[in-house]
């Protein structure tokens, strides 16, 4: 039995794919943030899973135990567990454009046959175009817009939405491997990438989330209320000032960074190959540290 088990399929209108997953790839909470945000924006519905059994460690991707209160009908709640299964879901834009949404933590295993079942279904699905988002950690002040890079390596592409093609050699994740695999089956895939401050590390940026999002709408031409996102994010430069208000040496290394940052001008530069490669340490050295989280 194939580990992509769908609900039904649904019909769908020029259908893009946007698809982010937790982890590595994901700083800030930024690029998950924003595609639950537009799936939930656009009332997306769900119609596929993929079996986590084959592509995750459990002792890391632990599933999870709820209570339900609403089933079984008795006086005391029935316990649910809940597989980390990444889930496909639809919604159509204002525009008219239907987006397929993918979300779920970065496999752990099998990269490749995961892949392969994400490229199924673009396939059976007529998906015209794969959009990862991602977000990365890098040099730049939490007091400035956040910088939103576009990359593909398909010439269309990057004419259309005004892309440019990736340089970056070094570690990647699945959102990299997911791309090699839409181009090996000669379907047009494209990366957005936004940057969160390297000193906020363990903090989530809806910031970064609400660039990621007008972004994607800026691309397919609609727009949505993000006034929830908007107020998050008033909110988390309001913290970090309060946090730095105490911490003069952090304080005077902002403003150091502000100075050499050009408002929403300057392109992001991906971190060096030795540095991606010491992100992946420390990535993985969090993970092996909290096996119960």
């Known amino acids: 039995m194939s580990p992509l088990r769908w609900q039904h399929r649904p019909e769908l209108r020029r259908p893009v794919l946007l698809t982010a997953f937790e982890g590595w790839n994901d700083a800030g909470e930024s690029a998950t943030t924003a595609v639950r945000y537009l799936a939930r924006a656009l009332d997306a519905g769900r119609f596929a899973t993929i079996d986590a059994e084959e592509f995750y460690d459990f002792t890391v991707a632990r599933p999870q135990v709820h209570l339900d209160a609403d089933a079984g009908g008795g006086d005391e709640p029935v316990r649910r567990l809940e597989w980390p299964e990444p889930v496909f879901q639809a919604g159509r834009t204002p525009s008219g454009r239907d987006l397929i949404f993918l979300t779920g933590i970065e496999p752990a295993l099998k990269w490749r046959s995961f892949t392969a079942l994400v490229v199924e279904a673009c396939r059976d699905l007529q998906v015209e175009l794969v959009l990862t988002l991602g977000a990365l950690l890098a040099d730049v002040p939490h007091t400035r817009p956040v910088q939103v890079r576009g990359t593909s390596g398909d010439a269309a592409v990057m004419a259309e939405h005004g892309f440019s093609r990736s340089r970056y050699e070094g570690p990647t994740g699945i959102l990299g491997v997911l791309a090699e695999g839409c181009r090996a089956a000669g379907i047009p895939s494209a990366s957005l990438w936004a940057t969160t401050p390297h000193y906020l590390r363990e903090t ?11 972004r994607v709408g800026r691309m397919f031409d609609f727009s949505l209320e993000t006034t929830d996102l908007e107020i998050a994010t008033a909110a988390y430069e309001r913290q970090v000032d309060d946090m730095l208000a105490g911490e003069e040496d952090v304080a005077d290394y902002v403003r150091g960074l502000e100075e050499a ?11 060096s190959q030795d540095a991606l490669a010491a992100e992946v340490e420390r990535f993985l050295r969090d993970q092996r540290g909290s096996p119960g989280d």
């Open 261 to 271: 940052v050009v408002d929403g001008d300057e392109e992001i530069e991906l971190p």
């Open 204 to 214: 989530a940026s809806p910031k970064a989330a609400l660039a990621l999002v007008e």
